[in-house]
């Protein structure tokens, strides 16, 4: 969109969507940033978190991925500023709401699932490994859990990074573990 456009419009978000996303896999990352840039002021200029984290994911790719901390700073940004307006009923994540079991008894909230998974890769890439599970372990809890609201393809992402990272940290009975519930919650998309 040149600046003698008119500005975008709610029709026009699926649209801008959809350009932003092809422009990224395109490797066109100025263009997906103007995308995203053009949907924030479909906002009237307002915070998305999504539109947020896809613009730090977008210019940590240009940069080659070559500034992991500053991305993990961005990702912290954006996490604090999200739990922070947040509803008190909202459990931070990383505040455990019953000590009884911890793995489930973190709640993230679902704006914030991608964040998570994208510090978790990060982390990982940087070989912190057990930093990387510690941060991916609450959203796993989620993602198997179908009662939950995440995209089908991020909670397989999920499972199969923390299956490596068990491998990688020589936790083959967890690993077995995140198998065997992946076996249970992902078994009708192999029908």
């Known amino acids: 969109m040149s600046s003698k456009d008119p500005p975008p419009t709610q029709d026009q978000i699926p649209k801008l969507i959809n350009d932003s996303l092809y422009s990224f896999l395109s490797g066109d990352y100025n263009q997906s940033l103007n995308r995203l840039n053009s949907l924030q002021k479909v906002n009237g200029g307002k915070d998305d978190t999504r539109t947020l984290i896809n613009t730090a994911v977008v210019r940590f790719y240009q940069n080659h991925c070559s500034k992991p901390y500053e991305f993990l700073s961005t990702l912290q940004a954006i996490e604090q500023s999200e739990l922070s307006h947040s509803t008190s009923d909202d459990k931070p994540e990383g505040k455990p709401t019953d000590s009884k079991d911890q793995k489930s008894a973190y709640s993230i909230p679902d704006s914030l699932y991608v964040l998570v998974y994208n510090k978790s890769v990060t982390y990982y890439l ?17 993602a198997i859990d179908s009662t939950k609201p995440m995209d089908i393809n991020l909670s397989i992402k999920t499972c199969f990074l923390l299956i490596d990272l068990y491998l990688i940290t020589n936790q083959l009975q967890k690993c077995s573990q995140v198998f065997q519930s992946m076996e249970k919650r992902f078994s009708s998309l192999l029908e």
Do not use: G, N, R
């Open 126 to 142: 940087l070989k912190q490994y057990t930093t990387s599970v510690a941060t991916i372990e609450p959203l796993y809890s989620i």
